[in-house]
């Protein structure tokens, strides 16, 4: 009995806490800064052009090419498009993770988004990027923002499951998409 007591309070004392997120909370509005948005608007996509600003509901996600959560989540969006012409995506590929298996490299990364997902548009993103954006420690974790530029919500794979295209209809319903 000591011993599972004494290995229970070893595991919980080595498990690290989950880290704060910039925003708590899902289903409602939260406030943070238009920071994030504005950086990755004056951020470069993977052909070295400006992603400038949009008029309308965005949604990044961070992703990576070889994360088959990340291609559910893709596929869902890109079913979603069509019923919100405003509605703007970016991708936000960082890195450190695309290392994976050696299959970081832009031209990979490029081939995956011109079969799977062409209308995205893909950021680079760099570590003040990452930083700005809370460190998600799971990907993708989704970030979207109102047409004012609020964040409005964020969905963390390490919090929960990552929304479906009923939920995200409803969110976008919601803030006036």
Known sequence: MR???????L?????PPAPQHPVAGYGRQVSASS???????????????PVGAGDGVTIAIVF???CPHC??????????????PSLRVIGVNYR?????????????LRSYVAKTAPWLRVIPADDAL???LGRPPLIPTIYVYNRAGALVEVYSRRERAMPDGDELRELLR???S
């Open 64 to 66: 990576a090419s070889w």
């Open 35 to 49: 920071t994030q948005l504005a950086k990755l608007e004056a951020s470069a996509d993977l052909d070295g052009k």
């Open 130 to 132: 990452f930083e700005l």
């Open 71 to 84: 291609h559910k989540e893709l596929d869902i969006l890109a079913k979603l498009r069509p019923s919100y």
């Open 11 to 15: 595991v919980a004392c080595a498990t």
């Open 3 to 9: 011993f599972v007591a004494l290995l229970l309070a």
């Open 174 to 176: 919601r803030i006036g």
């Open 96 to 108: 450190g993770h695309e290392e994976y298996g050696d299959r970081g490299n832009a031209e990979a």
